[in-house]
């Protein structure tokens, strides 16, 4: 993205922070989507993100963040919206395998603490390298790559037990 375009943005320039939000409206959806699973919460978490993104916009430092800025605000818009609104997964009167599999694998999520759930939702639904969740998330690769080791052991034995 254009380094000039965030600069304008961070300096008050809601045409350029508006362009930016649109330029990203893809990737925030997906991202926010896969933590949501459905469309009312997914589009409020957006519009959050993109109330935050305009009136906070100044306090981003370097304009190459952008991104990773932006992710972060909707992660913590997304667990915010789980945190309040206690969901349940709707009970499927006739449920194939696959839907079992399915429901079994968004359940074994929701047991996850919010922050390993970060770290699945940007490796697995975002494809995001470990280098990049390590800078997204300012934590060492290492730590990355052994919480995500851990996470999975955790997941799999989960999903074997059911």
Known sequence: MDVKLIQQAIKGNQDACVLLLQ????????????????????LDGIQEV??????RIHTLKEPTYFK????????????DL?????????VLQEKGYE??????????????EV????????????DYQNKQIAEQ???PEGTV???????????????EGV
């Open 23 to 42: 330029h990203y409206q893809d990737v925030l959806y997906r991202i926010a989507y896969s933590y949501l699973r459905n469309e009312p919460d997914t």
């Open 50 to 55: 993109t109330i935050r993104c305009l009136t």
């Open 68 to 79: 990773t800025w932006l992710i972060r605000i909707l992660l913590n818009v997304c667990a």
């Open 82 to 90: 789980n945190r309040k609104k206690q969901r349940t997964l709707p």
């Open 99 to 112: 839907e079992e599999v399915h429901i079994d694998l968004y359940r074994a999520l929701d047991e996850l």
């Open 115 to 126: 922050e390993q759930r970060e770290l699945i939702y940007l490796k697995y639904f975002e």
């Open 137 to 139: 998330l300012q934590l």
């Open 145 to 159: 790559k052994s919480r995500l080791h851990t996470i999975l052991k955790k997941m799999r034995k989960r999903l």
